[in-house]
């Protein structure tokens, strides 16, 4: 099949095969040297994206292998396809990979519809292969017309900038080589050289979205305004996209000015920084955090963009809104915070009476609460009490009757190092800022509903050295290696 027309550089003598040639080398799409893995399905895009890539594989020193995912939607057909790719593969001397899925159990447990199930499946499929064969590149065979129904589609659903601009030739691992061919030209090439591809008779029915505007909405502009759409929604593609590429670029450089931690799921940013950006600047920030977060975007329209910015200006600290797939936009102290729910963190609840002196050992924490007594009052150490000190002293006659380490209860109070009055420990994590989410799992010395010792953070004044103490008690929290 592709022994005919060979040219002096090995590689057949096609108009097709030479653009597709001049767009790898133009946006860099293959490297010299790379295995690339083909998504073939065995229909006519795929099929001439597997035959164009083999036709140059020794010009580009490339090697070519392929994967195959069987749906099996449809019945027989879907097992021809797959016996199909099988032959065409070894008539091609490509390596190939093949997975059968139930996909519509699949969309359905994962309460998607076929077509996201579809592409979240075969993508993880795609990947999977790659690592196997060691892939540099994963090929998919989207051509022109697939870019104008994107656009398009992206446009219905309701779009920016990035949704208008459709797909990239080259994204990460996954590359698009024939997205500068249009349909009619790919059914040129499968008749030419007589690749027979399979036709998915599904493609022919008005039953996906896509579909329907492939069958419907484009003949329909065409035959209506007497225009050539796709070319036109594709020309609007390249000029957006170079022009979103230039706003990134420097959405980029703010994201990072307002970026005040990033770690495993979640993302922190400065929200004063943050709510004097423009909004629609706002919008790009947030989208950028929630893919840094998730790895997509998928689901995230409009309203939960602006829902989240209106709750970095004007929300309430610890308030939280819910987006799709489990992402949590929360309000903070001077943050805003960006992460992906993935259950409540246990608290490891306890109350443990202090031995005196001695050593306790909280195992649930992995801490030691050291306690020893020192008589009369010899040094200006013991009046140090320092807020965040691991070593404090305490009037030990105050504490007869006994102290117990814990966390938090309902109706806790304490009065905070020399301030003038009690407050409800609640209260006293709010004036201090003390995040929402670490208030449970903060150790507490407490005597009854009297905290002693918010340990890390203050003691309570009531039970402070003073000169009238006899006897003070020391207090040493030692931090266990895990």
């Known amino acids: 099949m592709i022994e005919n027309n060979i040219n ?18 133009d946006k860099n799409l293959i490297e010299r040297g790379d295995t690339v893995v083909v998504g073939l399905s065995g229909g006519p895009d795929s099929v001439c994206l597997l035959h164009v890539l ?9 090697k070519i292998k392929a994967v195959h995912v069987n749906h099996m939607l449809r019945g027989q057909d879907s097992f021809d396809d797959e016996e199909y790719v099988k032959i065409l593969c070894k008539k091609l001397n490509v390596d190939l990979r093949t997975e ?72 990460g691992k996954i590359i698009r080589p024939l997205l500068g061919i249009d349909r009619l030209e790919i059914e040129g090439y499968c008749n030419k050289y007589k690749l027979k591809p399979r036709i998915d008779r599904t493609n022919l029915e008005s039953i996906y979205t896509r579909n329907k505007i492939r069958l419907d909405l484009i003949p329909y502009i065409n035959e209506s305004f ?51 950006y423009h909004k629609g600047v706002k919008g790009r920030i947030l989208r950028k955090a929630i893919k840094e977060v998730t790895g997509f975007i998928r689901g995230i329209e409009s309203i939960h963009i602006d829902d989240a910015i209106g709750l970095a200006l004007d929300g309430r600290v610890g308030a939280v809104i819910h987006l799709p797939h489990k992402i949590r936009v929360e309000k903070s102290y001077r943050t805003l915070k960006v992460y992906q729910f993935k259950g409540f963190p246990q608290v490891n609840l306890y109350n443990v009476k202090l031995n005196i002196p001695g050593d306790t050992l909280v195992q649930e924490d992995k801490f030691i609460l050291r306690a020893s007594i020192i008589n009369g009052l010899n040094t200006a150490d013991y009046k140090k009490n320092q807020k965040t000190s691991k070593v404090q002293y305490f009037d030990y006659d105050k504490l007869k009757g006994g102290i117990n380490i814990r966390k938090r209860e309902g109706g806790d109070i304490i009065k905070p190092v020399n301030s003038n009055g009690t407050k409800k420990l609640k209260k006293y994590f709010i004036d201090e800022k003390i995040p929402i989410d670490i208030r449970n799992h903060i150790p507490l010395v407490a005597k009854g509903k009297e ?7 203050v003691i309570s004044d009531k039970f402070k050295i003073t000169k009238d103490t006899q006897k003070i008690l020391k207090l040493e929290f030692i931090k266990l290696e895990t």
């Not at 000029?239 to 307002?258: G, P, Q, R, S």
């Open 54 to 62: 083999k036709s140059i594989e020794k010009i580009m020193n490339i």
């Open 451 to 457: 905290i002693v010792w918010i340990i890390g953070y």
């Open 100 to 171: 059968q899925i139930n996909l519509a159990d699949i969309a359905k447990k994962k309460k998607l519809s076929i077509e996201e199930a579809g592409r979240e499946e075969r993508y993880r499929i795609f990947e999977k292969a790659a690592k196997e064969f060691n892939g540099d590149k994963i090929a998919v065979a989207h051509n022109k017309n697939d870019q104008a129904e994107t656009v398009l589609m992206n446009i219905i659903r309701g779009t920016g900038l990035s949704g208008l601009r459709g797909m990239d030739f080259k994204r």
């Open 226 to 276: 007497s225009t050539d759409i796709v070319s036109k929604l594709v020309k609007m593609s390249e000029i957006i996209k170079n022009e979103n590429d230039f706003i990134e670029y420097y959405t980029d450089k703010l994201y990072n000015k307002a970026l005040v931690k990033r770690s495993e799921g979640e993302v922190e940013l400065n929200t004063e920084i943050f709510n004097n």
């Open 8 to 25: 002096e550089n090995g590689m057949i003598n096609d108009a097709i095969v030479e653009k597709v040639l001049k767009d790898i080398k």
